[in-house]
């Protein structure tokens, strides 16, 4: 089994910072893209940032230049640096990775998603 656990989201003012956590636990072989994405109160679930193991990252139009994604793959953590924070930024974040488990030949990916941490930014 797979365990996602996020950390670090709360209440801020706006232009604020936040940084929340995420680890990976359990029967992993490995894992290849991590990221965040949230759900804001009224709409869609939406990307939020991404970093694939060894490659470039991917933000979302809204958080480029405030936020910032960083993993250890040491750990099996995953990071999202949140600055600069709008009231816009409101929503539950969710962690997510691609992980490979099992072994020998019968090895394969999945995603795995985290329960969800809320950001609230108040004006």
């Known amino acids: 089994q797979v365990q996602l656990v996020e950390s670090g989201g709360g209440l801020v003012q706006a232009g604020g910072s936040l940084r929340l956590s995420c680890a990976v636990s359990?029967?992993?072989?490995?894992?290849?893209?991590m990221g965040w994405y949230r759900r804001a109160p009224g709409k869609q679930r939406e990307l939020v940032a991404v970093?694939?193991?060894?490659?470039?990252?991917n933000y979302a139009d809204s958080v480029k230049g405030r936020f910032t994604v960083s993993r250890d793959n040491a750990k099996n953590t995953v990071n999202l640096q949140m600055n600069s924070l709008k009231p816009e930024d409101t929503a539950v974040y969710y962690c997510v990775a691609n992980v490979v488990v099992g072994t020998g030949k019968d090895k394969y990916g999945s995603d795995y998603w985290g329960e969800g941490t809320l950001v609230t930014v108040s004006s």
């Open positions: 359990g029967s992993i072989f490995s894992i290849n893209g």
């Open positions: 970093i694939p193991k060894g490659g470039i990252t």
